[in-house]
């Protein structure tokens, strides 16, 4: 099996030390930065915009997994890549011409991700595949950090994780949403590859480096 990689997601981190606490999971071996962006239409909430990014990019030399949940992204997948973004993920919920955009990403020189919510069944996927880099389960309905994970998802993670390997596909499979150490086993036997996790991560009951030691410690 590959390595299990983790994203800290950002979204549940402290704003006023961000700089900060992007170099403490950096430096206690995190894979990926995760980094949430909303538009409140998409989704119910407003986050950061492509300045955060840049700002973030100085403090580690890791991949920038930005996580477009969005409407329109096309319009805002150059100021991204431009501000340091390494993973452009887009939801294919979001977009009508979803080959399109997978292109614009790639012709930017960024990796090309495709997420879906939970209530979008993996065969959406079907025909875009061939030309992903990653592939981005959404474990919570997407808006809001600290939400419990749907178990009902494992299914789908599965399916998906079946279908990149009969294709002999490369492209990662991530999961987001509600990971914690008790579930990240569960969710590594479906298949995820890439775990995303924010308030697991970043909180007040431990440290980001102590949190993510429980969680690679849970996948021995």
Known sequence: MAKIKLAPSILSADFARLGEQVAEVTRAGADYIHIDVMDGHFVPNITIGPSVVAAIRPHTNLPLDVHLMIEAP??????FADAGADILTVHIEACPYIHQVVEQIKRLGVKAGVSLNPGTPPD?????????DLVLVMTVNPGFSGQG?????L???ARLRAELDKRGSTAELEVDGGINAGNAP??????GRVLVAGSAIFNSQQTAA?????????LD
Not at 210 to 218: F, G, I, P, V
Request: aromatic share 6%; proline share 5%.
């Open 210 to 218: 102590q949190a993510l030691q429980r969680m690679r410690d849970s």
């Open 124 to 132: 959406r996927l079907t025909d875009i595949l061939p030309s992903l």
């Open 74 to 79: 096309e319009r805002y997948l150059k100021p």
């Open 186 to 191: 569960q969710v590594v036997q479906a298949g």
């Open 155 to 157: 299914d789908k993670i």
């Open 149 to 153: 994970f749907i178990e009902d998802m």
